[in-house]
T-cell receptor
Framework: GQQVMQIPQYQHVQEGEDFTTYCNSSTTLSNIQWYKQRPGGHPVFLIQ?????EVKKQKRLTFQFGEAKKNSSLHITATQTTDVGTYFCASAGGTSYGKLTFGQGTILTVHP | GAGVSQSPRYKVAKRGQDVALRCDPISGHVSLFWYQQALGQGPEFLTY????????KSGLPSDRFFAERPEGSVSTLKIQRTQQEDSAVYLC??????????FGQGTRLTVV
């Protein structure tokens, strides 16, 4: 089945520093979704990217989808303590109903 | 309701006991998914319903796992003869159709 690999597994930053997590697949992805899961919480949808080379921004968050649609990244500028959590990429893999295959996630810790 | 509701939030079961986990999706959402999330891992797909039809159960780990959604709304995931390796958070998600998934808070199952 389709797999998405996500790195790094952990990232510790000082508040105000930037953060980036990367998602890679050996096969072409039809789309990529990003979710955030706070400690003890459930995954919350952030965004979906569909087009090759697509870039979307949400305030301090920038999401990119690679030209070959095999990789994606999430970049957070000037992290805040509220950014703490696990960030997952997930792909629907081209299925007709949106079954998601998740990456392993990147656990972000922000030190004040 | 406003979101996906799961019950119970926590369940402790003795090994060999049967358990039933309930999911109330967002009203009007056609698609319903069950995922299993082990500690420190991303959610892994278990099964998918479109209305009352179970269209994909390829992720169910064994025949001890059974899911139903008889009226196309509430769904129940049943695990028979629970084993320690079944300990995980079970997440339910619903969506309109191939769009963003809305996750419930999950049920944390601990088998002792």
């Amino acid at each position: 089945g389709q797999q998405v690999m996500q790195i790094p597994q952990y990232q510790h930053v000082q508040e105000g520093e930037d953060f980036t997590t990367y998602c890679n697949s050996s096969t072409t992805l039809s789309n990529i979704q990003w979710y955030k899961q706070r400690p003890g919480g459930h995954p919350v949808f952030l965004i979906q990217l569909v087009k090759s080379g697509e870039v979307k921004k949400q305030k301090r968050l920038t999401f990119q989808f690679g030209e070959a649609k095999k990789n994606s990244s999430l970049h957070i500028t000037a992290t805040q303590t509220t950014d703490v959590g696990t960030y997952f990429c997930a792909s629907a893999g081209g299925t007709s109903y949106g079954k998601l295959t998740f990456g392993q996630g990147t656990i972000l810790t922000v030190h004040p | 309701g406003a979101g996906v509701s799961q019950s119970p939030r926590y369940k402790v079961a003795k090994r060999g006991q049967d358990v039933a986990l309930r999911c109330d999706p967002i009203s009007g959402h056609v698609s319903l998914f069950w995922y299993q999330q082990a500690l420190g891992q991303g959610p892994e797909f278990l099964t998918y319903f479109q209305n009352e039809a179970q269209l994909d159960k390829s992720g169910l780990p064994s025949d001890r796992f059974f899911a139903e959604r008889p009226e196309g709304s509430v769904s129940t995931l049943k695990i028979q003869r629970t084993q320690q390796e079944d300990s995980a958070v079970y997440l339910c998600a619903s969506s309109r159709f191939n769009t963003e998934a809305f996750f419930g808070q999950g049920t944390r199952l601990t088998v002792v």
